[in-house]
């Protein structure tokens, strides 16, 4: 039983990221976790000190939150009528990076899964989206989801690395099981820096080649450029 996390500002990015969410499991059984989080735009000393004029804001937030996750929820039900599939939905007043780790730990999540708020292609992943935020503090591996992506079976997934890693099969188990689930080939690039890999990034490479040698797979070695710029031309 897989548990995905799944983020929602109740756009149509989130809405597109979690419609992959379903789509990409659809054949796993998996516990969706719909994660709303609020912040008043008033949220000041004399809001947390519970000034009179602002008694009941935060109700009137979670109220909102709440009705929306379950409006939410039932369309999703409505939609995708998966038996393999159970959807939760939690509110809560708080920052989302900081909500995302404590459920991760909580309900202990496989993965994330969630919208980049309109960025269209890797370089704009790595700026400072709410995405990147949950990237750099999640235990757990995060998917995410381009605007305006639609599904397509992850035939080949591309996995750059420049094998400083130590890689283990537990830190790429979430891989490998997408790999299997979607009989997927993973295609590991590394781009050359002009020089032999050291002896450690050597040794990372027989260990990454050992952990999928049950799965489809191919090694590149690209020649020096940006790296951003070698993953778009992969």
């Known amino acids: 039983m897989k548990k995905v996390i799944l983020p929602t500002d109740f756009s149509y990015n989130a809405y597109n990221a979690i419609s992959y969410a379903m789509n990409l499991l659809k054949d796993e059984e998996t516990t969706f976790y719909l ?8 949220y000041q000393t004399e809001y947390l000190l519970h000034s009179p004029g602002q008694i ?7 109220s909102e939150s709440i009705n929306q996750l379950e409006e939410l929820q039932k369309q999703l039900q409505k939609e995708f009528k998966n038996p393999k599939h159970t959807i939760l939905t939690h509110s809560a007043f708080n920052i989302l990076v900081d909500e995302v780790s404590s459920m991760v730990a909580n309900e ?20 400072g ?7 750099k503090k999640a235990t757990c591996p995060v998917i995410a989801i381009p605007a305006d992506f639609d599904f397509e079976t992850p035939v080949e997934i591309l996995f750059p690395t420049d094998y400083e890693v130590a890689y283990s099969e537990e830190k790429l188990k979430a891989l ?23 002896e450690i990034q050597s040794e990372n490479k027989a260990k990454l080649e050992k952990i999928l040698e049950k799965a489809p797979h191919l090694f590149h070695d690209l020649p020096n450029q940006e790296i951003i710029t070698g993953i778009n031309n992969f």
Do not use: C, W
């Open 129 to 135: 989206t709410h995405t990147v935020h949950v990237i």
């Open 108 to 127: 202990e999540a496989d993965m994330v899964i969630m919208g980049t708020q309109g960025a269209t292609g890797a370089k704009e992943i790595f700026l």
């Open 56 to 62: 009941g804001l935060g109700d009137i937030y979670q």
């Open 176 to 198: 490998l099981d997408l790999a299997e689930l979607h009989k997927s080939r993973i295609q590991v690039i590394h781009i050359s820096s002009g020089y032999d890999l050291t």
């Open 35 to 42: 994660l709303n989080t609020y912040t008043p735009a008033i």
